[in-house]
């Protein structure tokens, strides 16, 4: 793993603060759609925690033997009628985030180009046209893809988190917090693998940078090329960055499907505890 290190520059944090901060100012303009969307997103994690309510109830019902089927009817349809607010969230905050995202896209593309066309004639003579165009295409894309559905999920996941926690708390305070010293074992292990998979992603993002603006140089002057005859060499470096590219992904994947893992085993370790803890409090 000493390969996929990269360095670490005691700057690298605090550069960052300035940059959330102009990246958020292309966000600012939707305050109240973004506001929306938190709230679309309490209102998915509140109903997906009474979800487990309403089948814990329905299955009291059932191993309660013969019986009425009036309350089990209800909560079949309190459960229907969940699904359907969950639908409905879901789909206005994934429109609502497109749109921000959409219109926060365009702004930054046109704010890059205007900055690109202020730039001095050495500052193309240090970077490669390609590299250029990799900027503007493929990195604001991840950006895109980022504030559209990743960020989507992160707010849906944290909210659940939040609310699966309160009642859990007003359910069973001794289960609940017995559950989160083993979560707190989670977050450690996975702090640990981060500190493995986190310079391979950046190596791997910037590999790929490098391999797509040289692509993207090489299709755009191949009559030069072609003219010079330098196909082959162009092959060899563009096969060579490849296969570059293709061993730093897989070491990077390989690092995140441990962490998939390591999070399996972690839950199923959960509810082992959880099930003897309450199997002797029952009896």
Same mark, same amino acid.
């Given at each position: ?131 250029? #165009? *990799? !900027?503007?295409?493929? &990195?604001?894309?991840?950006?895109? %893809? +980022?504030?559209?559905?990743? =960020?989507? /999920? ?86 060579? #960055? *490849? !296969?570059?590219?293709? &061993?730093?992904?897989?070491?990077? %994947? +390989?690092?995140?499907?441990? =962490?998939? /893992? ?22």
């Amino acid at each position: 793993m000493k390969a996929l290190q990269v360095p670490q520059d005691d700057d690298a944090l605090p550069s960052m603060i300035p940059t959330v901060k102009r990246f958020m100012g292309y966000l600012s303009p939707h305050k109240l759609k973004l506001a929306l969307v938190i709230i679309l997103m309490g209102v998915f994690a509140l109903i997906e925690a009474v979800f487990s309510l309403l089948m814990g109830a329905a299955t009291n019902i059932i191993s309660a033997g013969p019986g009425p089927v009036g309350p089990l009817y209800q909560i079949i349809i309190w459960l229907f009628a969940g699904a359907i607010i969950i639908w409905i969230s879901g789909a206005i905050s994934e429109k609502l985030l497109s749109n921000i995202s959409q219109d926060a896209l365009y702004q930054l593309r046109i704010d890059l180009f205007a900055h690109i066309q202020k730039m001095s004639l050495g500052f193309f003579d240090r970077r490669p046209i390609g590299e250029l #165009m *990799s !900027r503007v295409t493929n &990195d604001t894309q991840v950006i895109e %893809q +980022f504030i559209s559905i990743g =960020s989507l /999920q992160t707010g849906q996941a944290i909210m659940t988190i939040i609310i699966t926690s309160i009642v859990m708390l007003l359910v069973n305070q001794s289960l609940t917090i017995l559950s989160y010293i083993v979560v707190l074992a989670l977050v450690g292990a996975s702090w640990l693998i981060t500190k493995t998979s986190g310079p391979a992603f950046v190596l791997l993002q910037e590999k790929t940078g490098d391999l797509n603006g040289f692509a993207e140089e090489w299709i755009s002057g191949s009559k030069t090329v072609i003219a010079c005859r330098q196909q082959e060499a162009a092959s060899r470096r563009f096969s060579s #960055m *490849s !296969r570059k590219v293709a &061993d730093i992904g897989e070491k990077a %994947q +390989f690092s995140a499907l441990i =962490s998939q /893992q390591v999070s399996n085993i972690f839950t199923t370790i959960v509810i082992v505890i959880l099930l003897l803890v309450g199997a002797y409090a029952l009896t």
